[in-house]
Nanobody, 118 residues
Framework: QVQLVESGGGLVQPGGSLRLSCTTSGIFFSGITMGWYRQARGKQRELVATISRGGSTNYGNSVKGRFAISRDNAKNTVYLQMNTLKPEDTAVYYC????????????WGQGTQVTVSS
């Protein structure tokens, strides 16, 4: 059974930082692309960042230069370091796993809330 479990969300002030983690089980972690997506209230889910099995990264335009995605294959875990957070970063953040040669994620976590507010 595939499981993706996010942690690290919470309330942070504008300009602050958070680090999200997503620990997986039931998948061949080192062989797949991992990603983070987010969905703000009333908006569509959007790409935040992805990291391929080879370590190549891709970021949504709104987070470039502020967020960094990384992976630890030994721990079956992907991370999202979020810096210089803005109120518009407030959303539920979802971890996702995408099998090779697929165009969209195959597996999703339950999501973790990130709220940026003073």
């Amino acid at each position: 059974q595939v499981q993706l479990v996010e942690s690290g969300g919470g309330l942070v002030q504008p300009g602050g930082s958070l680090r999200l983690s997503c620990t997986t089980s039931g998948i061949f972690f080192s062989g797949i692309t991992m990603g983070w997506y987010r969905q703000a209230r009333g908006k569509q889910r959007e790409l935040v960042a992805t990291i391929s099995r080879g370590g190549s990264t891709n970021y949504g335009n709104s987070v470039k230069g502020r967020f960094a995605i990384s992976r630890d294959n030994a721990k079956n875990t992907v991370y999202l370091q979020m810096n210089t957070l803005k109120p518009e970063d407030t959303a539920v953040y979802y971890c996702a796993a995408q099998e090779p040669y697929r165009n969209t994620p195959d597996y999703w976590g339950q999501g973790t809330q990130v709220t940026v507010s003073s």
